[in-house]
């Protein structure tokens, strides 16, 4: 996982609703392939959507 980020960020709506973003925002590569962080990151990002989902079980989650 040297070198990949994930960004986590999180914006108030003006209905009292939070919307939260999790995506991959640098990829690492070695020798112009890409490494297989993402099986890493995604076990993480599930993880938090669990969590999140403990805090409010109406949550809308869209995986893209």
């Known amino acids: 996982m040297l070198g990949s980020q994930v960004t986590f ?35 993480a990002m599930n993880r938090a959507a669990r969590q999140l989902r403990e805090v409010d079980a109406g949550l809308d989650l869209v995986k893209r």
């Open 9 to 43: 960020t999180a914006t108030a709506g003006r209905d009292g609703t939070t919307a939260c973003t999790m995506e991959m925002t640098r990829v690492a590569k070695v020798y112009l392939v890409s490494t297989t962080d993402a099986r890493f990151f995604r076990s």
